[in-house]
């Protein structure tokens, strides 16, 4: 695997904080650039800007790679919610990249309802996905804890400027680096890393060459 380069997001608040004050800037954001966390107590936020175009680049070619994988797997039902909040209140919430349902049960928005998602309510993602641009050292220590507080069972880390993508499984309480997906059953993540790798700025060749290498994948059913 690549070295990790270790790389800071832009941290425009980060102060204990009661589950109103969480609430309160979620609801009223300064900017809609803005990604709201909280864990144990401590609220943080970053500062995202506008996407770069590195961050939308890995972004779209993991959802290309979601598409490519489920197109093989046949008639499986998934869901890609992209840039949604999750929340278990009073404890933790948290404004992931991506978040993966496979199989259905997916969180629906009611009329006049809350827009996020409250997992008191909806069954935990399968997956949870952070692109890792700015935002590495944050995503690799305090996310992933929080990730884990909210009983994620599967975790990645896609690391833009290391080009490597490092996935945690949860077992027995804890996360453990592995690699081959739980999730997208049989996939090694160092097939994703040799895809990302093959980048050289498009997205769409890397997608096109992993989707002919998964042809040669046994078919495994999602666990």
């Known amino acids: 695997m690549t070295a990790i380069i270790t790389t800071s997001a832009h941290i425009i608040a980060n102060r204990q904080a009661k589950w109103e004050d969480y609430l309160h800037r979620v609801e009223n954001p300064n900017s809609e650039l803005e990604c709201v966390f909280f864990h144990l107590g401590v609220m943080w936020i970053e500062d995202m800007g506008n996407e770069g175009i590195n961050h939308s680049r890995f972004n779209k070619l993991l959802t290309m790679i979601l598409y490519s994988w489920f197109m093989k797997q046949g008639d499986v039902k998934f869901d890609l919610l992209g840039g949604c909040v999750l929340e278990k209140p009073p404890y933790q919430g948290a404004a992931p990249d991506e978040v993966l349902y ?12 809350s827009r996020r998602v409250n997992l008191n309510q909806w ?42 993508v490092i996935a945690f499984r949860l077992i027995n309480g804890e996360y453990e680096e592995c690699l081959e997906s739980i999730a997208l059953s049989g996939l090694p993540i160092q097939l994703l890393e040799e895809t990302i790798d093959r980048m050289d700025h498009n997205n769409g060749n890397a997608a096109l060459w992993f989707a002919a290498q998964i042809q040669n994948l046994p078919i495994k059913s999602p666990k």
């Open 102 to 113: 496979i199989g259905g049960d997916s969180p629906q928005s009611p009329a006049g309802g």
């Open 123 to 164: 069954r935990v993602p399968d997956l949870v996905v952070e692109i890792s641009d700015t935002t590495l050292s944050t995503d690799l220590d305090r996310k992933k804890q929080l990730y884990l507080a909210l009983e994620i069972p599967e975790y990645w880390v896609v690391n833009v400027r290391g080009k490597q």
